[in-house]
């Protein structure tokens, strides 16, 4: 394909970067990337991954926008309130640009959809953006079954965490975090609180990773967890092992099917 005169200036500073240049421009915009989660992670990632000229971006999300929503979701404003995140993506992204193509999907991720929804474009790269664990998990083991690779996040207060996961290149999140944790063991952002821009700097590592992966080019997080603390502005690489008694990913994998974790429900001390 040749750029036309609006994309050679809309991508300049892209393709003068000789690990990207005119070729890898063309493989950005034919990369497909699924964000699980239009809220404080997948807002940022699909808004950067939409101004670098990702292709298609699929978005998933049964929620409707809420005013508590906008101190963090970049995505969305304050007209969108009550409109399906989805669509108050998918309609900030084709104003931005009209190169990507938006695909949505108005519905909680399950074992019954989540693997149809990945292979619904054959996405190249999925970013989970979800803030419970049993859709982490399911992200997780339907990524691992499916043979895609995927970014793991979580923020919570001030801090931040993320993972890239590559078959057969390092650990999977299952790997290091073997099952969902109990009740009252973890309060989600709701109960404990959120610092608006923690969703925006994990949230564009993730989709900097997604870049990276269609690029062809760097290192990214396989077999690391970075993790961010805001309050004390410190980065920190943990390294990580591959499991291979894990029970998707393990050498002798006893979970072959995805499944439906129930929310444990977490009461936040005060």
Known sequence: MDFTNEQLERYSRHIILKQVG????KKLLGGKVLIIGTGG???PAAVFLAAAGTGTIGLVDFDAVELSNLQRQIIHQTKDIGKPKVISGKETIEEMNPDVKVVTYQE???SGNIIDIIRDQDYDFIIDGTDNFPAKFLINDACVLAKKPFSHAGIIRFEGQTLTYVPG???CYRCIFNNPPPPDAVPTCKQA???GVMGGIIGTIQATEAIKYILGVGELLTGQLLTYDALHMNFRKIKLPYNEKCQVCG???CITGLI????AVCEVKK
């Open 251 to 253: 050498k002798n994998p």
């Open 108 to 110: 909680w991720v399950n």
């Open 193 to 195: 609180g959120v610092l």
């Open 41 to 43: 992670l997948g807002a």
């Open 22 to 25: 005119v070729k890898g421009q």
């Open 169 to 171: 290149q390092g650990p």
């Open 260 to 263: 439906d974790y129930e929310q």
